[in-house]
Nanobody, 122 residues
Framework: VQLQASGGGSVQAGGSLRLSCASS????????TGWFRQAPGKEREFVAA????????HYADSVKDRFTISRDNAKNTVYLQMNSLKPEDTGVYYC????????????????WGQGTQVTVSS
């Protein structure tokens, strides 16, 4: 499985961005797909995840009601719609896939994309 993340950029606080994570190779339907982010000097943290088998989603408290994870089966792509962005959302965003038990646990994900930079200015 190869993952390609895209859609990052620079926006002002309150703005929106949509990230995409396209999979080549094995389809997403066998896995959970998650988004994680890493700010400079900080550990990579969970943002949101989607479990294809049950269509269930899980969000970090810090992004609930602002971010939405979704998928396009035909394109084998997962999206992260980010609204009402805040400066603290700044970081490199990574998508990941794997057969995970806990959607929030980055250590369970087997496949990672290259990351896309999101910068939110105040």
């Amino acid at each position: 499985v190869q993952l390609q993340a895209s859609g990052g950029g620079s926006v002002q606080a309150g703005g929106s961005l949509r990230l995409s994570c396209a999979s080549s190779g094995r389809t997403f339907s066998s896995y959970a797909t998650g988004w994680f982010r890493q700010a400079p000097g900080k550990e990579r943290e969970f943002v949101a995840a989607f479990r294809w088998s049950t269509s269930s989603t899980h969000y970090a408290d810090s992004v609930k009601d602002r971010f939405t994870i979704s998928r396009d089966n035909a394109k084998n792509t997962v999206y992260l719609q980010m609204n009402s962005l805040k400066p603290e959302d700044t970081g490199v965003y990574y998508c990941a896939a794997g057969s995970v038990k806990y959607l929030w646990n980055k250590n369970e994900y087997d496949y990672w994309g290259q990351g896309t930079q999101v910068t939110v200015s105040s």
